[in-house]
T-cell receptor, first 114, second 116 residues
């Protein structure tokens, strides 16, 4: 079955520290991949997307993600976290053909310590 | 371009009532998806519409229904409300076209529904 797994429900980092949020997927082929961020009480905002090509993609707010086909992973990274990055982060996979399908992970809540 | 708008932003209903939520997508977007978000279940897919046709549906009871109009605006309806329907309902629009290729989604701020 197609699925997205974000193994970390909560992550706490200190401001200025580096960050990596994990995302693994199960899909018949290489899907399209996305990361979204949600601040409390708000809708989701797209951080970055991967369709094809260079496996390291840059997004907004200084985030980047790396697609690793062999590991079925699409981990999100940021070299130096800011207090304003505290939010919930969602990984998603989207279909490339066939039945239109969009699957979200369960999210990782990031807490940033001053 | 204006973003995705959802109305109303907040709603309080009583068990057994019905509710209609509205979503206006970004101009030019023909795909609209709906999601239910709760602390316990996370983000759950309700349905997706493209050019007035429902292309995919999540695992929700028939009390949850939706439709899309010719101008791509969408509504979702929940009949016979239950306490468990209390949630943030999110609408997302996408430039997705015909076929199964997906694109990024743009989310509205959501409608917070409270059922008492």
């Amino acid at each position: 079955a197609q699925s997205v797994t974000q193994p970390d429900i909560h992550i706490t980092v200190s401001e200025g520290a580096s960050l990596e949020l994990r995302c693994n997927y199960s899909y018949g082929a290489t899907p399209y991949l996305f990361w979204y961020v949600q601040s409390p009480g708000q809708g989701l905002q797209l951080l970055l997307k991967y369709f094809s090509g260079d496996t390291l993609v840059q997004g907004i707010k200084g985030f980047e993600a790396e697609f690793k086909r062999s590991q079925s992973s699409f981990n999100l990274r940021k070299p130096s976290v800011h207090w304003s990055d505290a939010a919930e982060y969602f990984c998603a996979v989207g279909s490339t053909s066939g039945t239109y399908k969009y699957i979200f992970g369960t999210g990782t809540r990031l807490k940033v310590l001053a | 371009k204006a973003g995705v708008t959802q109305t109303p932003r907040y709603l309080i209903k009583t068990r057994g009532q019905q509710v209609t939520l509205s979503c206006s997508p970004i101009s030019g977007h023909r795909s609209v998806s709906w999601y239910q978000q709760t602390p316990g279940q996370g983000l759950q897919f309700l349905f997706e519409y493209f050019s007035e046709t429902q292309r995919n549906k999540g695992n929700f009871p028939g009390r949850f229904s939706g439709r899309q109009f010719s101008n791509s605006r969408s509504e979702m309806n929940v009949s016979t409300l239950e306490l468990g329907d209390s949630a943030l309902y999110l609408c997302a629009s996408s430039p997705a076209g015909r076929g199964g290729r997906t694109y990024e989604q743009y989310f509205g701020p959501g409608t917070r529904l409270t059922v008492t």
